[in-house]
């Protein structure tokens, strides 16, 4: 079998699609992104494609390897975004191969399903009480939210208040018990970091997320040290590479690589297992589309640290279209008490309605995240 013919997509609301085909008529998905930068990723797979055509799709690792290893200069968010959906379009192949989901080529499942989270209050956050009581209602047992809108180094204890009062309002309306992780999001410095992670301790905080940026993963000591919250961090590393710091430093006890940014699910796997010698748990970061929801889910299944999946259903993102609209059968995303069970069909699990694919991407996208700037003009981190 012959990889034949690499084609992307670009479609709403921001995600990047890949399909691989090869000379056996088996075809295989990926997505393959970075969000707001979905043309430089198509670029980079498009420069990939060149070392694919006429390989055997099922030499994952060699191709992994070649990709990676194989330029002079490697790693980063766009160059493993591009071998990220190229991986997961790979191993969509070779489960259809084999007639088999693509964690039992893993080494089988662990688990039957996965618990899940949703979304609520938008980039600033608002109606979080609201909303969470609804999440719930619909069978969520934990929901995330941003912490804050901008923040400066050193910030008013207005903005605390406003975060507190907001966590607050959700335990009024949602129950002690109701799982909360709170993103810091980047936007975040040290300073008031430290702070908002003391603040939150009695609200009984699932998780921080990201509280400062990963290239200041050396401030997580003092973060720790001024809260018994567990942090959570990953989303913007893209290698075992990048994770190696973080996991012997001990300060993260929960890693949240994303399987479009970081390698795709031959990394994601190889991170998974790093992080359960340490005994860190693993939360895969997926504000994205149905293919890597798909892609995480193989993983999950396979990874005993594996504790809770983002997905973006119904996220302040995903406006038009969202994360059922370009499968065939949308009921396979089905949440039911809190869990999404792992999807069971050949390769990732899913059938992509190519049809709405095609006539999504000739709309396209060119979502970009906004820009802000504080109240003296400086651009603040979003």
């Not at 060149?50 to 799709?57: E, H, V």
């Not at 994952?60 to 968010?77: L, N, P, Q, T, V």
Request: proline share 5%.
């Amino acid at each position: 079998m012959k990889i034949t013919k690499l084609e992307l997509f670009q479609v709403p609301p921001r995600w990047l699609f890949l399909k691989i085909e090869t000379d056996e008529g088996i075809s295989g998905w990926g997505e393959p992104v970075v969000e707001g930068r979905a043309r430089t990723v198509k670029t980079a797979v498009e420069e990939l494609a060149d070392y694919l055509i006429g390989k055997d799709p099922l030499r994952i690792e060699d191709h992994w390897s070649a990709m990676y290893r194989g330029g002079f200069y490697r790693g980063g968010e766009v160059l493993m975004s591009a071998i990220a959906g190229i991986d997961q379009a790979l191993w969509d192949i070779k489960g259809k191969y084999y007639n088999a989901p693509v964690y039992q080529l893993l080494g089988g499942a662990c688990r039957d399903k996965m618990r899940i989270y949703s979304w609520i209050g938008g980039d600033r956050p608002s109606d979080v009480g609201t909303a969470a009581l609804k999440a719930k209602e619909s069978g969520f047992t934990a929901i995330k939210m941003n912490a804050t809108e901008e923040l400066q180094y050193i910030d008013s204890y207005e903005k605390v208040d406003q975060l507190l009062a907001k966590v607050a309002l959700i335990r009024e309306m949602a129950g002690p018990y109701l799982g909360i992780g709170i993103d810091f999001h980047g936007r975040v410095h040290k300073p008031m970091a430290k702070i908002l992670a003391k603040e939150l301790e009695p609200y009984r905080i699932m998780f921080i997320e990201e509280p400062v940026l990963p290239q200041n993963n050396e401030a997580l000591r003092e973060i720790a040290r001024a809260s018994n919250i567990p942090i959570a961090t990953g989303e913007r590393m893209f290698s075992r590479w990048d994770f190696k710091t973080l996991l012997s430093d001990g300060y993260a006890d929960i890693i949240q690589p994303d399987l479009s940014h970081a390698g795709g699910i031959t990394e994601c796997k190889k991170i998974a297992s790093m992080a359960e010698a340490y005994d860190v748990a693993f939360a895969p970061h997926c504000p994205l589309g149905p293919i890597a929801l798909a892609a995480c889910l193989q993983v999950d299944a396979t990874a005993h640290n594996a504790f809770i999946q983002e997905q973006s259903l119904g996220i302040h993102y995903n406006q038009g279209n969202d994360l059922l609209d370009y499968l065939k059968d949308p009921l396979l995303f089905s949440y039911e008490d809190g869990f999404v069970k792992i999807p069971q069909g050949p390769g990732l699990g899913i059938e992509i309605n190519e049809g709405q694919v095609r006539k999504m991407a000739a709309i396209s996208h060119d979502w970009k995240n906004p820009v802000w700037r504080h109240a003296d003009g400086s651009i603040a981190e979003w």
